[in-house]
């Protein structure tokens, strides 16, 4: 059996008391839609407590009422040991969740180290490690420039890709490290040379078909042995336990109404990239 994952046993989770599809950038969101407030807090103390029963740590983000997608921790920022760097969003509608990010992790003693104002950015939603390298992706969130800065930042070396689908529009949705050789992938989302990119980085993996990307089955979380998905397909999940994992799935349709998942919901906070560079903020 391959080594778990070294990282994936405390999360980042914020109660969706505020959460809604109260605007549209990307293509799932439609405000006409509306949310199931009870729904929504019944599916995240789901996704809270199949964490919790897998072994992890979650601690909580207070909700916002002014920032309703606050709840979609991933793109709170990049975390590396006890470095920070908070995201920098490019929708106008999420650019007030930074402040109540940064806040929480200076209070708990992360050193912030921010990205250029002039540089978007969009947290672990678009940059997830893999071995010893950070997989981060680019085009309708992430600017490519970003990477250059982020490795800069932390020290960790970075490979690129090209989002494609923008239905797939964060890397998350289309990447999930399973352990050191293996991860579920979504080609449907990357570009020609960003599907070489991933075939050269990961020796095992778990191809998703087109259906299964766009029901988010990437966008899962992994403690351990266990594989917390929105859905499991039945050949993902054969697959899945032939390499000895457990699947638990968590139902999470209210937020998939605002294009969100299952990873989403959460961030690892117990990631290290690389050790930090000394005075790492970049203007």
């Known amino acids: 059996m391959n080594e778990a994952l070294g990282w994936g046993r405390r999360y980042l989770m914020c109660p969706p008391s505020y959460f809604?599809?109260?605007?549209?950038?990307?293509?799932?969101?439609?405000?006409?839609v509306t949310v199931d407030r009870d729904a929504a807090q019944a599916q995240?103390?789901?996704?809270?407590?199949?964490?919790?029963?897998?072994?992890?740590?979650?601690?909580?983000?207070?909700?916002?009422?002014?920032?309703?997608?606050?709840?979609?921790?991933?793109?709170a920022g990049v975390v590396n040991a006890n470095q920070f760097v908070?995201?920098?969003?490019?929708?106008?509608?999420r650019q007030g969740e930074t402040g109540h990010d940064a806040a929480w992790f200076r209070s708990r003693g992360f050193q912030i180290s921010e990205l250029p104002e002039d540089v978007c950015q969009e947290g672990a939603g678009d940059a997830l490690p893999f071995?010893?390298?950070?997989?981060?992706?680019?085009?309708?969130?992430?600017?490519?420039?970003?990477?250059?800065?982020?490795?800069?930042?932390?020290?960790?070396?970075?490979?690129?890709?090209?989002?494609?689908?923008?239905?797939?529009?964060?890397?998350?949705?289309?990447?999930?490290?399973?352990?050191?050789?293996?991860?579920?992938?979504?080609?449907?989302?990357?570009?020609?040379?960003g599907r070489r990119v991933v075939e050269a980085l990961v020796p095992e993996p778990l191809v998703l078909d087109d259906d299964d990307a766009l029901a988010f089955c990437a966008n899962s979380v992994v403690v351990g042995r266990r594989v917390v998905m929105p859905t499991c397909p039945v050949r993902?999940?054969?697959?899945?336990?032939?390499?000895?994992?457990?699947?638990?799935?968590?139902?999470?349709?209210?937020?998939?109404?605002?294009?969100?998942?299952?990873?989403?919901?959460t961030l690892a906070l117990d990631v290290t990239l690389a050790a930090p560079v000394p005075s790492a903020d970049l203007h």
């Open 44 to 75: 995240w103390e789901g996704l809270r407590t199949a964490l919790v029963e897998a072994g992890a740590e979650v601690e909580i983000l207070a909700p916002a009422a002014e920032v309703p997608d606050l709840v979609f921790t991933a793109n």
């Open 86 to 93: 908070p995201s920098r969003f490019r929708h106008p509608e």
């Open 20 to 32: 809604g599809v109260l605007y549209e950038i990307n293509p799932w969101m439609h405000r006409e």
């Open 131 to 193: 071995g010893n390298v950070l997989l981060a992706g680019y085009r309708f969130r992430s600017d490519a420039a970003s990477h250059a800065y982020l490795s800069a930042l932390t020290g960790a070396a970075v490979r690129s890709v090209e989002l494609a689908d923008e239905r797939l529009y964060h890397l998350d949705l289309t990447f999930c490290p399973l352990d050191e050789r293996r991860a579920i992938v979504a080609p449907l989302g990357w570009d020609r040379y």
């Open 236 to 265: 993902v999940g054969r697959q899945l336990e032939a390499w000895g994992f457990e699947v638990a799935v968590c139902p999470v349709g209210e937020f998939l109404k605002a294009g969100g998942g299952c990873r989403c919901l």
